[in-house]
């Protein structure tokens, strides 16, 4: 890597080496986003809402990260690519139900079945949203299954 920008894009886009598991990186993306999302739920003590922000502050340099790494790797949308399945992860964990029924695994493996679901299924308009141009696509197509994700597990949420 000639530039230290290019460096920083791609240890952000692949979530600091979440990117290269050999199998299944999009799934190692969302493990990686999990366990910083309990960093800051658990001994950080945000409350789960929280990493609704925590994902809108990540989307600017997540789109950055994306399209220059691809850029750089000369790829598209690189599998490699694992930042956007932190933005959705965070949008959907967003969702999970307040006070002490946050920190249950039940709900956190909820919330990491139904985004990787809506992520690898991809409902519309979930398909569409990748067309949109450079690091766009690659990051835009997490959100809305992110979203999903969310809304589904909120109306879990209140049905329990």
Do not use: H, N
Request: a positive charge; hydrophobic letters at 60%; aromatic letters at 12%.
């Amino acid at each position: 890597m000639s530039r230290p920008a290019d460096r920083v894009a791609v240890a952000v886009a692949t979530w600091f080496g979440c990117g290269y598991f050999p199998k299944g990186p999009g799934t190692a993306g969302s493990v990686g986003a999990l366990a910083a999302a309990w960093v800051l739920t658990g001994p950080l003590g945000l409350a789960p809402a929280w990493l609704g922000a925590a994902a809108v502050l990540l989307l600017g340099p997540a789109v950055w990260a994306a399209g220059r790494a691809c850029r750089y790797w000369g790829e598209k949308d690189a599998q490699r690519v694992v930042v956007d399945e932190v933005v959705g992860q965070w949008l959907t964990l967003a969702a999970l139900p307040p006070g002490p029924a946050a920190a249950s695994w039940w709900w956190w493996l909820a919330a990491f079945v139904l985004f990787r679901v809506f992520d690898i299924r991809k409902p519309f308009p979930v398909r569409a949203a990748e067309r949109l141009p450079g690091g766009w696509g690659v990051v835009a197509d997490d959100v809305v299954a992110g979203i999903y994700g969310a809304l589904v597990l909120g109306l879990l949420a209140v049905l329990a």
